[in-house]
């Protein structure tokens, strides 16, 4: 994050701006709608100027820059084309730690003006940290479709009723309560301009919550995904957004995690191979015993919580215990992985069914249905095989598949680090430890892996740097 999004309260305040050009004029009405007012260094001014609403509180006070104009300032904005004059405004500034601003040149600032949905008293910014300027707008542009002039009516309802909220609700309480308020009929209300019955309904919410508890604790069982923030569900979106506590696992990661409601309430209970941190019998209870301190928790895994992700033992002890809970389906990583390798699970020429199987090593050995498995006309996906690759492929060919057999191990999956190392059931083993490939990893055995060289599309290199920071894993990747 190069910068910290911040909200300045200007109300009253007195701003400086310099420059009297038409696009002078325009970062001067940022400040008067924020309710500032505005000295203005200039030789002239742009007609523009006195069209601005609020134009009284402008005053055109010199006719050039001098330092002396800073005194008593709370925020400067220039508007200068020449590099060396602009440079001295901003040092000047700088030194009296005043924030200013200097148009189309984000070296000289020490805040920049973002892209802004104005909703009052709902303010949404956009900014691409002067990266990108035409890209926030169009952001913004978007955003304004997704977000209607009313939510500023509903704002100035709950500002209307936040006092009456605080006397009559427990503070443990009243995020649940708005929660609520904003997810029930007085929204709809609002938004289609019958205010009066919003207010009414809502005060009807109040009375009912100051003689009701309305904490009541659930468990929201999530699939993040094979590790692509953009492959979340709508749902699990939401989700993550209104819960009191976030229980994820290793592989669950941080840009997933930065997606959850900020001020939740974090605890790791990851698991590598042969490393079981917390058992999951003690996540179970754990699950249990949040619920029952009135918390919505959230339980995210990667992948679907259903595949090779323990989702179902968790669950049965949260109806052994009464926890009302939800389950939320993620793209699994045999989906989400063979997409983007460009391999389909299944093809009319290849194959006609999908095996889903675990490779977990135990004792040095699997036990599987082999003879159900090793079938020509079926796609094998191994997960947390990576370990046993060499005993896995030896398997499969005694159990009647042939050593050409191809095969795939993709590292990964999905993200800008997503690695794909081809070959067949012979020379797979060999050609991932020559990669040196590290989990997460999944396994593709059979005939549509020769489809991986013409329907490969996803080009890792072409996508965005961020995650190859921070990468992002999938726990049913994982081993």
Not at 152 to 162: D, I, N, P, T, V
Not at 335 to 359: C, K, M, N
Not at 363 to 390: E, S
């Amino acid at each position: 994050m190069n910068y910290l999004p911040i909200f300045l309260d200007l109300r009253d305040r007195q701003c400086l701006v310099v420059g009297g050009s038409e696009a002078a004029a325009r970062k001067a009405e940022l400040f008067l709608r924020a309710g500032a007012r505005v000295d203005v260094a200039a030789s002239e001014l742009h007609e523009a100027w006195a069209r601005l609403p609020n134009a009284e509180r402008v005053h055109r006070v010199a006719d050039n820059f001098q330092a002396l104009l800073l005194d008593g300032k709370d925020a400067v904005i220039v508007v200068e084309e020449d590099l060396a004059r602009a440079r001295v405004i901003s040092e000047a500034a700088r030194s009296r730690q005043i924030p200013v601003n200097v148009a189309d040149k984000p070296e000289l600032c020490s805040f920049i003006l973002p892209s802004i949905i104005d909703r009052s008293p709902i303010m949404i910014a956009v900014s691409s940290g002067g990266e990108s300027p035409v890209l926030a707008r169009m952001l913004r542009a978007r955003l304004e479709t997704l977000v209607p002039a009313a939510y500023g009516r509903l704002g100035a309802l709950a500002s209307k009723w936040k006092d009456r909220v605080r006397i009559a609700i427990k503070p443990e309480q009243r995020r649940a309560f708005w929660e609520k308020v904003f997810l029930s009929p007085v929204a709809e209300m609002v938004f289609s301009g019958r205010d009066a019955e919003a207010e009414k309904q809502l005060e009807g919410l109040i009375s009912d919550a100051a003689t009701h508890d309305i904490s009541r604790g659930e468990v929201y069982l999530v699939g993040a995904g094979p590790g692509n923030p953009d492959l979340l569900t709508f749902r699990a979106l939401r989700l993550m957004q209104q819960a009191d506590v976030i229980v994820h696992d290793r592989l669950v990661s941080q840009p997933i995690l930065d997606m959850c409601r900020r001020d939740a309430e974090r605890i790791y209970v990851g698991k590598e191979r042969d490393d079981h941190a917390v058992p999951q019998e003690e996540i179970n209870l754990l699950l249990v015993r949040l619920a029952k301190e009135g918390k919505r928790t959230l339980r995210l895994k990667g992948g679907d919580p259903f595949i090779f992700g323990r989702g179902g033992e968790e669950i049965e002890t949260l109806v052994e215990h009464g926890v009302p809970f939800q389950v939320v389906p993620g793209i699994t990583a045999a989906a989400g992985v063979a997409s983007y390798a460009g391999i389909p699970l299944t093809h009319r020429d290849y194959a006609q069914s999908v095996a889903f199987v675990t490779g977990h090593l135990k004792d040095n050995t699997f036990n599987m249905n082999w003879d159900g498995i090793a079938r020509h006309d079926q796609t094998i996906v191994i997960y947390m095989g990576l370990k046993g690759l060499p005993l896995l492929c030896e398997a499969l060919v005694k159990h009647g598949l042939d050593q050409t057999t191809p095969a795939a191990i993709i590292q990964q999956g999905t993200l800008p680090t997503q690695r794909v190392v081809t070959g067949t059931l012979a020379t797979l083993p060999e050609l991932a430890a020559a990669a040196g490939l590290k989990a997460p990893t999944l396994i593709i055995v059979g005939n549509v892996v020769k489809l991986r060289e013409k329907l490969g599309w996803y080009q890792p290199e072409l996508h965005s740097d961020q995650t190859r920071r921070s990468p992002l894993e999938s726990p049913d990747q994982l081993r």
